[in-house]
């Protein structure tokens, strides 16, 4: 188990989860589901801290979510998590993938799950995916974007995982099963825990996708 103080930011699955566990493993959380939750993220972190009874310039360990998701609300992340750590630019973070903290919830409420082939999808833009597969407990692809043709023939043996997935499956007619899991906190923290760590000054958001901007205006030369 974790010994040190650990504060979480997550800001790429259904809401954002800002979740602080102590050294005693007792654990404080804020989810926000309003629209622009962002602009009250700051907020959520000081009262996690607050009600921890923590001083938020002790704390020992952070985690961030780099994606697969929406840019912005990384990047908000990240802006927020490097203003708390400015004065501490050498300082280590881990960082993890949202998809794997669903991969997870779902196996540990459904373990017979863990030997079959998931895929856990997020939308990225009405005709694509951000895909993450995964057979006995390990991510073997991903997070890729992903288009039609991977979702129809690519995925035939596959469990689909998250809300998201629905969209998928009956924009394209799809067969696979679907599994809904909530976010367990004790997964976000163990996938915290295993992430790869980083600078805080070189932290960096996962990056599958252009903005649609680039792509017309790179379309434009082209032609």
Known sequence: MNKLDLLIISTTLKNILVVLQDEKNKIYTRIL????SGNYLAKAIKEVVEE???????????????????????????STLQGLLIDNPEKEVYTF???DVLYRSVVNNNHDLKKKKLTVLKRARENAAYASIYEDGKRIFGPQMVFE?????????CILINEEA???????KLENEVFY????????????LKGKRVKIKNLE????????AVENLERRKTK
């Open 181 to 192: 899991s909530n976010i367990e906190e004790e997964s976000l923290i163990a996938e915290t």
């Open 33 to 36: 589901t309003e629209n622009k």
């Open 52 to 78: 921890s009874k923590l001083n938020i310039k002790n704390l020992e360990e952070f985690g961030i979510d780099i994606g697969p998701g929406s840019f912005t609300g990384i990047r908000v992340a990240i």
């Open 205 to 212: 958001p996962l990056y599958l996708q252009k903005p649609l």
């Open 166 to 172: 629905e969209y998928f499956k009956n924009k394209y």
């Open 97 to 99: 993938f949202s998809s």
């Open 149 to 157: 043709d991977f979702l129809i023939n690519s995925m035939n043996n």
